[in-house]
């Protein structure tokens, strides 16, 4: 058998919660928070939000550190204007998908301060690569 596809699972680290958490590529940052039972959201965001459809604004994480220069998909056009006060390392849970490890700060409106040795430790900190997996293809049928 033959590997057809390669599996990059990157490793998110919830620099508030403590914890890191593998998933494959390309995975929904909201979503992954959400299903970790993370508090992605800060009171408002209890109350009401969108969803995941980038229109309430409550959703937003820090990028911390990075594996590389480019561990989230590139901002969309919603973030651009949605964010556009905020700081550029801001980001929307629900817009952003993980590419490669990364290092978030769910909430960074809310007690910032007390956090700054986390926050320090997490960037110099490296990120883990995560675990590659190989899919392999099925065997060939003789049957048509």
């Known amino acids: 058998m033959q590997p057809v ?3 990059r699972m990157p490793v998110v680290r919830f620099v508030r919660e403590g914890c890191e958490v593998v998933c494959s590529e ?3 940052l909201r979503e992954l928070a959400l299903a970790e039972g993370l508090q992605l959201y800060g009171l408002k ?3 009401g939000n969108c969803g995941g459809c980038g229109q309430c604004i409550t959703c937003f994480v820090e990028v911390i550190a ?3 220069g480019s561990a989230l998909s590139e901002r969309t056009a919603v973030e651009d204007q949605k964010l556009r006060r905020r700081p ?3 980001r929307l849970a629900c817009q952003a998908l993980v590419l490669d490890s990364v290092a978030v ?3 960074p409106q809310v007690g910032r301060e007390s956090l700054s040795s986390l926050i320090e430790q997490a960037r110099l900190e490296p ?3 995560g675990p ?3 899919e392999e293809e099925p065997p060939l049928s003789d049957e048509l």
């Open 26 to 28: 390309g995975a929904n």
């Open 88 to 90: 550029s390392s801001w």
């Open 127 to 129: 990120l883990p690569k």
């Open 5 to 7: 596809a390669v599996l």
């Open 105 to 107: 700060l769910t909430r």
């Open 45 to 47: 965001g209890q109350l």
């Open 66 to 68: 990075e594996r590389n």
């Open 132 to 134: 590659v997996l190989a």
